[in-house]
């Protein structure tokens, strides 16, 4: 009877893995299918590498919105990677406990706060702060609205995710290796560069892949500082239009246009797709990676 009921529970949870695993094909599946009349209309080159939008017209080109998206994503990653990781360095390798206790829960807390409250923050603290302080010494004018903004709200809000992961990935490295690389005269940095770095290597890539995926898909406080605008951002104090904000801005207010429903589906087709081929090639960098250091 053990056996059996052994047997049943392996059968169930492979099935339930099965099926949240295949909610990724569903996904994809359903988003192209929403897409065919736009694809029907236009080609995928012409969606893709066109930066005319003007829907009236029946002219949907995405390329100011991707990459409105990959400068945003970038800019956030940029700042808050060596921030998160020296955070976590911090925490794990030279805090006091009492110390590491009262930065815990304060790291925590951060992932809890809503992302309107970050949005709003941008626009009463960060976009000011460009507008009068940072772009006049680049550029004539700013309003602050920029990706520059969006890069830094959205670097604040995945930046307790990377610091959470890095401070587990950064615990796992075994003490007898810092205790032997100590034992024959090495600072504690030199410790934590050749020793503790090299070993969390596969640990930094993998949440810093977490962290753009979670940053491609960041929608309300990007749309509240990004500007919104459909041009292709050439400084990080231009304006730009993520995807994500795209679809919540326009989803629902502008149906009655012919394909625009169908657009707003292609452009969450396409930011699907980014994220997945980014991920793939993440994951193929990062059992090279693995395979090299084991080596």
Not at 23 to 30: A, F, K, M, N, R
Not at 44 to 65: A, D
Not at 223 to 249: K, Q, W
């Amino acid at each position: 009877m053990r056996l059996i009921k052994d047997k049943i529970l392996s059968k169930l949870m492979l099935v339930l893995t099965v099926a949240s695993v295949s909610l990724l094909l569903v996904i994809g599946i359903g988003l192209y299918y929403k897409s065919i009349p736009l694809l029907q209309k236009l080609s995928w080159g012409e969606l893709i590498t066109s930066s005319v939008w003007k829907p009236l017209k029946g002219l949907f080109g995405f390329y100011p919105f991707i990459m409105g998206t990959l400068w945003v994503t970038g800019i956030a990653i940029i700042i808050a990677l060596p921030l998160s990781l020296f955070t976590s360095l911090y925490i794990v390798e030279y805090a006091p406990a009492r110390v590491k206790k009262l930065l815990t829960p304060f790291v925590n807390l951060l992932s809890g706060i809503p992302p309107v409250i970050f949005g709003v923050w941008g626009v009463l603290f960060i976009i000011p702060l460009i507008q009068k302080f940072i772009a006049p010494h680049f550029v004539e004018f700013s309003t602050g609205y920029s990706v520059l903004a969006g890069g830094i709200v959205l670097a604040v809000m995945i930046f307790p995710l990377i610091v959470s992961i890095l401070s587990e990935v950064l615990r796992t490295i075994p003490q007898e290796l810092k205790d032997a690389s100590l034992s024959l005269g090495a600072t504690k940095w030199e410790t934590i560069k050749k020793i503790v770095l090299r070993k969390a290597l596969p640990g930094i890539v993998a949440a810093t892949v977490l962290a753009i995926s979670r940053a491609f898909g960041e929608t309300i406080a990007v749309l509240m500082v990004c500007g919104n605008n459909a041009v292709v951002p050439h400084s990080v104090f231009d304006t730009g239009y993520p995807l994500p904000a795209l679809i919540a801005n326009n989803y629902g207010d502008m149906m009655s246009i012919p394909l625009y429903d169908s657009a707003l589906m292609f452009a969450a087709l396409l930011l699907f797709i980014i994220i997945l081929l980014f991920n793939i090639i993440s994951r193929v960098i990062l059992t090279r990676l693995e395979n090299r250091l084991a080596a």
